[in-house]
């Protein structure tokens, strides 16, 4: 087994690296506190290409695997995974569902500006009622007058309502039946008219990311924005729900070296009755952990994307990757916090707002739950009741 990266990803990730040290992380708390994404950053990172990293080069992308993608997200959720989140949101989901299913005019006008960074897209599956359970979508959309009317909300919908978000690629209900063969994808516009993105919420984590709730009332949109097949929309967004959990465990691999790098920092530089507290055994104890858990988390995620570059089932993998990874940047930014003692509790550490921003990364994508029995159901394990 090789684990080494190639010259050109070793080449990229110092790119990114140094972008996040020197541009992004600047920033990374000045953006948290406004609870404001800047999209002066996000400008930067279409102009690095980020945002086309798995898109062909005819829509402004460069083609690249999904190791080097989790490169990206890691080394900018390295520093802050508001800014990583939008890149995540952007590329794996909305992004994905247009390059694996849009036309050619689709992708030209939606896929195009998304991959340049010069514009940003959401990904309306969720519901105030309908998350784990996504096949039970309330939103509706009927055919008429040679458009689609698309009545009802989405929720926690990630890149919805900043000034540059164009469009939203929505989950909704359009056949009789019902249920997971009665869902079809409509791109809407976000100046269709009966279209509102609610204020953004007010989270308790990635706060400069751009979320909100969204709401269509007699919301029409023309019948070219159908996104592939009617009726095979369920299908199409779990077909891009795996891509997005390695992502996210991407992000989290990111959170949880950064909560070892803070501590390990200062461990080092802090001391009580006249020693370093990297000397006692009980801070050597956590940070070593720390490292185990970093170490293990980025092994699956990467794990992961090696299966999807070389066209093998992939989808168990990144629910482990996702389940894994997530519960060590809990963990460890738990545990970062407990290094830091008192100044963990300040705003002044970053490892207060990593401790902030690690919990979604349970929910996100996901739960801990739903993918525990994910991989359960791989296993041959029957239904659960």
Same mark, same amino acid.
């Given at each position: 087994?090789?684990?080494?990266?190639?010259?050109?990803?070793?080449?990229?990730?110092?790119?990114?690296?140094?972008?996040?040290?020197?541009?992004?992380?600047?920033?990374?708390?000045?953006?948290?506190?406004?609870?404001?994404?800047?999209?002066?950053?996000?400008?930067?990172?279409?102009?690095?290409?980020?945002?086309?990293?798995?898109?062909?080069?005819?829509?402004?992308?460069?083609?690249?695997?999904?190791?080097?993608?989790?490169?990206?997200?890691?080394?900018?959720?390295?520093?802050?995974?508001?800014?990583?989140?939008?890149?995540?949101?952007?590329?794996?989901?909305?992004?994905?569902?247009?390059?694996?299913?849009?036309?050619?005019?689709?992708?030209?006008?939606?896929? &195009?500006?998304?991959?340049?960074?010069?514009?940003?897209?959401?990904?309306?599956?969720?519901?105030?009622?309908?998350?784990?359970?996504?096949?039970?979508?309330? &939103? &509706?959309?009927?055919?008429?007058?040679?458009?689609?009317?698309?009545?009802?909300?989405?929720?926690?919908? &990630?890149?919805?309502?900043?000034?540059?978000?164009?469009?939203?690629?929505?989950?909704?209900?359009?056949?009789?039946?019902?249920?997971?063969?009665?869902?079809?994808?409509?791109?809407?516009?976000?100046?269709?008219?009966?279209?509102?993105?609610?204020?953004?919420?007010?989270?308790?984590?990635?706060?400069a990311s751009d979320t909100h709730e969204l709401v269509f009332r007699d919301c029409r949109v023309p019948q070219d924005h159908l996104l592939g097949q009617r009726g095979r929309g369920f299908a199409q967004c779990l077909s891009v729900l795996a891509d997005g959990r390695i992502g996210v465990a991407a992000l989290s691999v990111g959170l949880a070296q950064a909560c070892l790098d803070e501590s390990v920092k200062y461990a080092l530089e802090r001391e009580t009755f006249g020693k370093q507290i990297g000397a006692r055994q009980a801070i050597q104890f956590k940070i070593a952990d720390m490292q185990t858990r970093v170490e293990t988390a980025r092994l699956a995620t990467y794990r992961a994307a090696w299966l999807k570059d070389r066209g093998r089932e992939y989808v168990a993998a990144a629910s482990l990757a996702k389940l894994v990874a997530s519960e060590a940047a809990v963990d460890n930014a738990r545990e970062a916090v407990q290094v830091h003692g008192g100044y963990g509790f300040i705003e002044d550490f970053p490892v207060a707002r990593f401790y902030r921003d690690a919990k979604v990364l349970e929910i996100g994508e996901g739960t801990s739950e739903i993918h525990r029995l994910i991989l359960a159901r791989d296993l041959g394990l029957p239904e659960t009741f």
């Open positions: 087994m090789d684990f080494d990266l190639t010259a050109e990803q070793e080449a990229f990730r110092g790119v990114v690296r140094e972008f996040a040290d020197e541009v992004v992380r600047p920033r990374s708390a000045e953006a948290d506190q406004e609870e404001k994404l800047p999209l002066d950053v996000v400008k930067q990172m279409g102009d690095l290409g980020l945002f086309g990293l798995p898109f062909p080069e005819a829509y402004g992308g460069s083609d690249a695997d999904a190791a080097t993608v989790c490169l990206a997200l890691e080394e900018l959720g390295r520093v802050d995974q508001s800014v990583a989140i939008t890149l995540s949101a952007a590329i794996g989901l909305a992004g994905n569902l247009l390059n694996r299913f849009g036309t050619d005019r689709q992708k030209e006008r939606w896929l &195009t500006p998304l991959a340049r960074g010069e514009a940003l897209g959401g990904f309306g599956l969720t519901e105030p009622g309908a998350g784990s359970d996504a096949a039970e979508v309330r &939103t &509706t959309a009927r055919f008429e007058d040679g458009g689609w009317i698309v009545d009802g909300s989405k929720a926690f919908i &990630t890149n919805s309502g900043s000034a540059i978000s164009t469009f939203n690629i929505v989950a909704a209900a359009t056949e009789p039946a019902g249920g997971p063969h009665g869902i079809s994808t409509i791109v809407v516009p976000t100046d269709a008219p009966g279209f509102e993105a609610a204020p953004s919420y007010r989270k308790l984590g990635w706060r």
